[in-house]
């Protein structure tokens, strides 16, 4: 299940976030993490099974969200979570979803997976 992010879940959010490769930087994680705690068209949210184990963050620009993070605990990679938290936002969100160049490679796939699905 998809859960807007909150502050009291700060550690786990930033500890999903620090799996991808841009955000390793300390420095630059705590500056992602204010801009989605201060920036109303920053949107972060948190995949909820037994334990919060996924990170999905958009910026809506204009009539677009753009994902500008998704990362799921390694543990629970290969599960389908990653897809499964995309289609939810995409649910979510009156907003077409677009990638940015950091999440283009995983999102592009999920859109291709997901166009073969309808053709068969
Ligand atoms: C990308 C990520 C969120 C996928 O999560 P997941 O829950 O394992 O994804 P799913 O189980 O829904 O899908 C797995 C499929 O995505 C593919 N995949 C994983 N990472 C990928 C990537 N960076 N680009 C393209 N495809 C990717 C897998 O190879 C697998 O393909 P298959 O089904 O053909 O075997 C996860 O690997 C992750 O957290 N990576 C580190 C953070 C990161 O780099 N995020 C940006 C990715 S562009």
């Not at 801009?35 to 334990?51: A, F, G, H, I």
């Not at 204009?62 to 938290?85: D, L, Q, Y």
């Not at 979803?97 to 999920?110: E, G, L, M, W």
């Amino acid at each position: 299940m998809l859960v807007p992010y909150n502050t009291a879940n700060r550690k786990i959010a930033m500890g999903l976030l620090s799996f991808m490769r841009k955000e390793k930087d300390v420095k630059r994680l705590l500056k992602t993490m204010e801009q989605y705690e201060k920036d109303p068209d920053w949107k972060l949210y948190l995949w909820k099974e037994d334990d919060f184990i996924g990170v999905i963050g958009v910026s809506i620009e204009g009539s677009e969200a753009k994902v500008r993070h998704i990362c799921v605990n390694p543990s629970f990679r290969e599960e389908g979570i990653g897809t499964k938290m995309l289609a939810a936002l995409k649910k979510l969100l009156p907003c077409e979803v677009k990638p940015t160049k950091y999440t283009k490679t995983f999102v592009s796939a999920c859109e291709e997976k997901e166009a073969e699905t309808r053709k068969s």
